[in-house]
């Protein structure tokens, strides 16, 4: 089996690649697992692919962050008879002719519920800063739809920056580098979302040192952003934290639909992996935030994974 990544280089790549090798420990018919990160160039990641079927594998699952850039590399690898299930980023095309099919998340659920939760702690309105991954990528742009569907586009919640998300690549040093810009550009900054919230620790923070204030945040869980939290709860009367669980897991589901498929095996029920709340410091459900200072910043307390061992991950 192949698995391929977009860009793997960040803590949740990580994590969500040891589900996978977690995940068939339990498939006697899996015999090896190649691995590959594109580094975030679309044409290492395309090259990823073609090499995977050069390999022989049987089956492949597939984070096409690059988006519909991906789409004549996994029609390519599927028409050359391999199980191909692109996952979590929409990469165009239609299930059964470019791919076997599409294991995707409700990341429309996602900005619903941060947007419900902004609603809820911003009565007032405000002005709401969105961040995600690459420029065109299905999952920020989902989520800014169901943001607006809840908020609305001209009503007493404004939204700024670039639309309809601020790009980052999921980068921890590009998200860095585009909320320090956005700190200082927008001198009203009332919420921010983000669907990799620990990417925004280290700008918050120095922010933070020099005398911003931290607004409202709806993003994805993180033990790094939840002990930023427990530090500066008590001197930012502002920083409210909603998180949605970052779905480490979702790898698991594709694997598990790759698998089946390529062996005849019993298929899972679910196609679409769930957005599931996880934290919200003003209600505590369905968890107050949660920081486990005993374990690094670069665990996910939402994984099926243990954090503990999240831990001892050293590298893909």
């Avoid at 990799?196 to 931290?214: I, N, Q, R, T, Y």
């Avoid at 498929?261 to 029920?269: I, S």
Wanted: net charge positive; with cysteine.
């Amino acid at each position: 089996m192949g698995f391929t990544d977009g860009f793997g280089g960040n803590s949740w790549r990580l994590v969500t690649t040891a589900a996978v090798r977690e995940e068939i420990k339990q498939c006697p018919s899996v015999t090896k697992l190649y691995y590959a990160d594109g580094q975030g160039k679309t044409d290492k990641s395309i090259s990823d692919i073609k090499g995977m079927v050069a390999k022989g594998v049987k089956a492949l699952v597939v984070f096409p962050d690059a988006g519909e850039a991906m789409l004549p590399a996994l029609r390519s690898a599927y028409k050359a008879g391999v199980v191909t299930i692109p996952y979590r980023v929409w990469a165009g095309g239609t299930a059964g002719k470019d791919y076997t099919m599409w294991v995707g998340s409700d990341f429309v659920n996602s900005g619903k519920q941060w947007g419900n939760w902004i609603k809820k702690n911003l009565p007032d309105g405000g002005n709401i800063l969105r961040i995600s991954g690459p420029a065109g990528n299905s999952q920020g742009g989902d989520e800014s739809k169901g943001l607006e569907a809840v908020l609305g586009t001209s009503g007493k919640w404004k939204f700024i920056g670039t639309a309809p998300f601020e790009p980052t690549g999921w980068d921890p040093a590009k998200t860095q580098e585009v909320l320090t810009a956005a700190i200082a550009k927008y001198p009203k900054i009332d919420a921010i979302t983000s669907d990799f919230g620990p990417s925004l620790v280290s700008a918050l923070d120095a922010a933070a040192k020099s005398g911003w204030k931290v607004p409202a945040i709806a993003t994805s869980d993180g033990n790094v952003l939840a002990c930023f939290y427990e530090d500066n709860k008590a001197t930012q009367p502002d920083f409210k934290l909603m998180t949605v669980a970052t779905q480490n897991d979702h790898s698991r589901l594709a694997t598990q639909w790759a698998v089946a498929l390529a062996t005849g095996g019993k298929t899972p029920k679910a196609k679409i992996y769930p957005s599931n709340l996880f934290e919200d410091s003003v209600s505590g459900t369905p968890s107050p935030v949660t920081c486990r200072k005993d374990l690094p910043g670069d665990v996910y307390l939402s994984a099926k994974m243990s954090g503990d061992l999240q831990a001892k991950l050293k590298t893909n």
